[in-house]
């Protein structure tokens, strides 16, 4: 499960998910803070995420633990 970039509580389920040219987007809400953040994928792999929790949509790396995360065994 992803962790809310500001918070760091797990999200659940994707609010939304969509096609974004090659990537995949999902969409979380958080349920603690309140921040949205976006999830965008190439094919399995996580290449970035997404955060409005500091006003605006910034970029963050994909860490090795959100890469470990959604790894698919
Ligand atoms: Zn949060």
């Known amino acids: 499960m992803p962790k809310c970039p500001n918070c760091t509580a797990h999200a659940r389920q994707p609010v ?4 974004f040219g ?6 979380y809400n958080c349920a603690k803070c309140g ?3 976006r999830e965008y994928f ?18 963050i ?4 633990e959100t890469m470990d995360r959604h790894k698919i065994y």
């Open 61 to 64: 790396g994909a860490t090795k």
């Open 16 to 19: 939304k998910e969509w096609n």
């Open 35 to 37: 921040n949205q953040f």
């Open 42 to 59: 190439m094919g399995n792999t996580l290449k970035f995420v997404l955060s409005a929790h500091n006003g605006g949509l910034a970029k």
């Open 22 to 27: 090659q990537f995949r987007v999902k969409m």
